[in-house]
């Protein structure tokens, strides 16, 4: 309650009281959003991006946080000067407090901008030793901010200053692997392969990359593809970014690898090589593909491996770096001329421009040095042909009729029809439950080509056989370097004749002139009546 005293003492103090005290006191009152509204007015050019975001955010706390400073120091003026209760200026302390922390939380907030990591080079290259390796190039692009935006944050009177690194936004302990995108021309095994490290070293470490600067870094393959995933670890958080990879520019406007550089083919068979063409530029060419180096023997084709059209020209449209094409190889029947067997002939797929072709002429043998100095792109291959053992059984016949306690003879041929020697012939037999069949030789050690060989066969059927038609199967089976030889299995067919009943087939004879006898004899007793 008020009394006489307290009138008396709140009087002194109306008294005393300053007019400037009044306007601080009103100041103080005055909606802390009036103020926050006019400094974010000044600052709207700022709006726009997540990173000017939380810069007005800063600085929104900054006022806020100077406004509770201004309010507690006019609370505590008023506080002496007995105007104000004790509770006031405790929530005057504590209203600082708060915005200090808001403050110091925005501050975070904004020294945890997204950093950015970003590629400058993916360089693809080969090695004399036909290595590939990539050239990576990675900067730290990560956003900051301007001078006036700095100073703007810094010159605040009243706040703590804003740290330099914000200035340069270094990043430590980044780890780069290189991963299989899974996508390399639409092979079905594709999804199996995505994720996977694909380069050596399998990660590689960057201590500190200052703001600006750039990194290179070399990685073998393991795997020849066209693009990778960079995957880049930094500050608790992975990103995945996909690279498509430049191709380095060599002497040759184009690259032939192969997949498979040697193989071995039969004669009268084929050879596919698998063809990767790559080139570093990316306008549109058309290369002329050709084959040097091949005897006249063999043959060949280019190949989509898409639609299996033949192809003579190959042209990459305006972006596309690699192609993929399939030679095959067409090898005689028989060895003659250059084709020798299990000796290897090497070749070369060439790709070369129009404008070159009148350098390849003439069907010469040309040395690698001399088609490395035409630059054109090649790849050397080679192809061993080998020959193959093939049999051929047959016999003047297949068939045989006898009778029942008789046996059917025949004699097989075996013949070598191939271009390799067989090793080691085996003839069995499969007859009929309870016959007996009999080859002599059962074995033979070796069939040179085109050699021959007769084998006597012998089928006894068992005494009480049944008159009907038999099969008796006969198989063969050899070996030609060392590999099986297939073999059509063969049927001889025995029929068995039935028993003839002579006592039976005798008596129906003479029953039957014994009837003819009667007729004539009444034809002739009528007759003479």
Known sequence: MWNACSFRAWGERVRHFHPWRALILILCLWPPSFWLAASLSAQQPLRGTEEQSRLLEVRRRQIELSSARL?????????????VAKTDRDQAKTAVDIAQLNYQVALLSLLNLQPRVTVREAL???????????????????????????????????????????????????????????????????????????????????PMLDYKESKTLVYQLLRDVESVTMTIAYLGQTEDLDVQLQQATTESPVTITATQISQEADLGAQANFDLRLSRPSVDSRSFELTV?????????????PKTGARISELNFPAGVTQQLLTLRLFLPEEAGGQVHIDRPIAFFAVAL??????????????TREQIQASRSGFSELTVTPRGLGRIEVAAPSLFSEIAAGEEA????????????????????????????????????????????????????????????????????????????????????RVSIKSRVNFFGTALIVALLLSLVMGVVVVGIKVTRR
């Open 292 to 304: 040097l180096n091949l005897p006249h023997e063999i043959s060949y084709n280019f190949l989509d």
């Open 124 to 206: 693809k290259y080969e090695t004399p030793d036909g290595r590939k390796f990539v050239r990576l190039t990675v900067a730290n692009n990560s956003p900051t901010f301007d001078d006036s935006q700095f100073k703007l944050l810094s010159n605040f009177e009243g706040a703590d200053p804003i740290p330099a690194a914000l200035r340069t936004r270094n990043l430590r302990d980044i780890f780069i692997s290189l991963r299989d995108t899974g996508d390399k021309g639409g092979r079905a095994d594709d999804a199996e392969h995505r994720g996977t490290t694909i380069a050596v070293p399998y990660e590689q470490h960057i």
């Open 409 to 492: 003879k025949t004699e097989v041929v075996v013949k070598n029809t191939g271009t390799r020697r067989l090793d080691t012939v085996r003839l069995s037999t499969e007859p009929p439950l309870g016959w007996r069949a009999e080859l002599v030789p059962a074995r033979l050690d070796g069939l040179e080509i085109n050699r021959e060989q007769r084998v006597a066969l012998r089928v006894t059927p068992p005494a009480e056989v049944t008159a009907g038609d038999y099969e008796v199967r006969i198989k063969t089976e050899s070996f030609s370097f060392n590999r099986p030889v297939p073999s059509e299995d063969k049927i001889f």
């Open 71 to 83: 309010k507690l120091s006019q609370t505590e003026t008023l506080f002496k000067d007995g105007l």
């Open 353 to 366: 421009e129009p404008r070159q072709s009148k350098l390849f002429e003439g069907g010469n043998i040309l």
